[in-house]
């Protein structure tokens, strides 16, 4: 019987679809399989989409799959088959529950999306500290603000004297901490398994009960935790109530870990230089939402992790995965069922 391999990956946005070419180096990763490359339209969006009839029909005696997200109708299409699944998402958190039980191993693409993301943090954090809002602002009222500037009412630090904090130091959280300590900021987190290795220069790493901690040492605070059950609401009114003043608020993990109304009460109390959010409770943002116009929140519509470079590291990793998975070595980017990513 001829192994299969589903490639399920024509994102209905451009630039998530997966270009021929990487089609063409899979097959040739996989000489003497099956690979069947679906022609519909997957969801790409947050942790995938419910899958297509074609990516079901196709996952019926298939070994491994490639997509968006792992569809329960693909699990279950390929229940007596099915070995590796891998997601092009960075979460996983939509496929854990299809994938639980059976003896898929799940592989996530976290790794890919953890420099643009990073690249995102940073640029956040000079939109608030530098006073790019207020720029921003100043000329879409065609109004020469310079005095908002250089009256002495407002502090615009420089980078280096930002104490950062990240919730979450893995491939996300870790690239951000590497670019701060770079520009000597002041780096620090939590993290589930606060002893194992981190980026160089960290001011010191601990568990997430050290996160109220972490906030009152956190002039930006940065959300990069994955969203499981010990870390969904983690970021409480408590929690905000801890951070300095104007401290700056990121969030590039999802909308479940924060609070948002602790959050809003925060900000309109003036009490926080300003939030950068690139993922909320619920997307898209419903239309009405304070967020969309309040004067010190950044909205992003969760692209953080938008880079031309997606295909190249994607591809790098299937094919580095596909060579392990022949030789039966370990794969990169395995799920924790448990931990949740």
Do not use: C
């Not at 104490?163 to 690239?175: N, P, T």
């Not at 009490?271 to 967020?291: C, I, K, M, S, Y």
């Amino acid at each position: 019987m001829t192994r299969r391999l589903v490639v399920d990956l024509q994102s209905s946005r451009p630039l998530w679809r997966i270009p021929a070419g990487a089609v063409r180096a899979i097959r040739e990763a996989l000489p003497g399989w099956d690979v069947v490359s679906v022609d519909e339209p997957a969801t790409s969006d947050g942790d995938g989409g419910p899958g297509t009839p074609a990516a079901i029909a196709a996952a019926r005696g298939a070994e491994a799959y490639l997509g968006f997200g792992v569809p329960s109708g693909v699990v279950a299409a390929g229940r007596d088959t099915l070995r590796w699944a891998h997601t092009a998402t960075a979460g996983a958190g939509a496929a854990i529950p299809n994938v639980r039980g059976t003896r898929i191993v799940l592989t996530n693409s976290a790794a890919i999306h953890a420099e643009p993301m990073a690249d995102w943090v940073l640029a956040a954090m000079l939109h608030f500290s530098r006073g790019v809002d207020r720029m921003v602002r100043a000329q879409a009222g065609g109004r020469w603000a310079k005095d908002d500037f250089t009256d002495g009412t407002l502090g615009f630090p420089e980078l280096r004297d930002l104490r950062v904090g990240i919730f979450g130091l893995g491939g996300v959280g870790s690239a951000v901490a590497r670019r701060a300590i770079a520009l000597g900021m002041p780096v620090a987190g939590v993290r589930r398994r606060p002893d194992a290795p981190g980026p160089a220069g960290l001011r010191w790493a601990g568990p997430f009960a050290d996160l109220g901690r972490l906030a009152a040492e956190s002039d930006a605070f940065v959300i990069a935790a994955p969203q499981t059950v010990e870390t969904a609401g983690a970021v409480t009114g408590a929690v905000l109530a801890r951070l300095p003043a104007g401290a700056i608020v990121i969030n590039v993990s999802r909308g479940g870990l924060l609070d948002d109304q602790a959050l809003l009460a925060a900000l309109d109390a003036g009490r926080l230089r300003g939030a950068a959010l690139d993922v909320f409770a619920t997307e898209p943002l419903p239309a009405g939402h304070r967020f969309w116009s309040h004067p010190r929140v950044l909205l992003s519509p969760h692209v953080s992790a938008v880079s031309a470079r997606f295909w190249e590291r994607e591809l790098g990793l299937i094919l580095g995965n596909i060579r392990s998975y022949l030789a039966g070595a370990p794969l990169a980017n395995v799920v924790d069922l448990e931990a949740g990513y």
